[in-house]
């Protein structure tokens, strides 16, 4: 375990894990707040709706950060990973000079294809949250062969920028990124993000399919709210705010 350089949050570095989420799920109440676990295989990796997140290999990253907030009364939960999405788009387009896209509500995409998800958990005690963990996961130097053999239309920093990466560094970069303007995120909440989220999400102005549960119904997206909720409109034109789901595009 050692500070960053930054000493702002706390790597907890794991060499293998069944997945890094649940393993600060498990120790929450023995994690400080910022702290971030770390590991380079994961032999259980979880994605969004009980999918498998293949971690089975040091070649992308696996990460979860730990938050404690103490005013959880103004604390923006529900665009949290909002706002992670856009810390990671913009590592991406910073460091590696890619072109990234958010399909609402938090995966990155680079040309239509996948290349990070996250995945937002909490822990509560009493009725009360005792802590939340992001997890993210990247792909960083998964090669073409292995991406083909995915359902998934999925891409990695390597394929695209056709170079191998530190997948150490990344994690590094994202932890700056992400901790540099959390305070700033956490007093103003999704405002703070808003303008650059929607910028990032491509498929603003365009008919998109959306799944709510097990359902894939047909809309217009048509923008952002100041909640970070999607507003769309069906074929008749009337408006609605979706609060989750996910948008397939
Ligand atoms: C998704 O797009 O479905 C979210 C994927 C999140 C995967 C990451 S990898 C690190 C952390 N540990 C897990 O088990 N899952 C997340």
């Known amino acids: 375990m050692g500070k960053s350089d930054m000493s702002k949050y706390t790597i907890v570095t794991l060499e293998e894990v069944h997945s890094t989420n649940s393993y600060a ?32 290999n040091s070649e992308n990253l696996y990460m979860s950060i730990v938050l404690k907030p103490e005013n959880v009364s103004s604390y923006p939960f529900p665009n949290l990973t909002q706002y992670l999405s856009v810390s990671v788009c913009r590592v991406l387009e ?23 998800g996250i995945l937002a958990e909490s822990s509560m005690e009493n009725n009360k949250i005792t802590g939340i ?7 960083v130097n998964l090669p073409k062969e292995t991406i083909e053999k995915i359902d998934q239309k999925a891409t990695s920093i390597s394929v695209l920028n056709q170079q191998n990466y530190d997948v150490e560094k ?20 999704f405002e703070y993000i808003k303008d ?37 409109n069906d074929k008749f034109n009337n408006e609605y705010k979706i609060i989750t789901g996910d948008v397939l595009c």
């Open 170 to 189: 990344i994690l590094h970069n994202i932890c700056d990124e992400f901790f540099s303007n959390y305070d700033a995120f956490v007093s103003n909440g």
């Open 25 to 56: 799920l498990e120790h929450i109440a023995f994690l400080d707040d910022k702290t971030v676990i770390f590991t380079s295989h994961q032999t259980s990796g979880r994605g969004r709706y009980n999918r498998h997140w293949i971690s089975d």
């Open 196 to 232: 650059e989220y929607i910028q990032r999400c491509s498929f603003i102005g365009q008919n998109i399919t959306v799944r709510e549960a097990e359902e894939k119904k047909q809309y217009f997206a048509k923008s952002i709210d100041n909640d970070g909720l999607l507003i769309v």
């Open 94 to 116: 910073n460091v590696f000079n890619l072109v990234p896209n958010i399909k609402w509500p938090n995966d990155i995409l680079i040309n239509g294809a996948k290349i990070s």
């Open 133 to 139: 963990v992001l997890g993210i996961g990247l792909n």
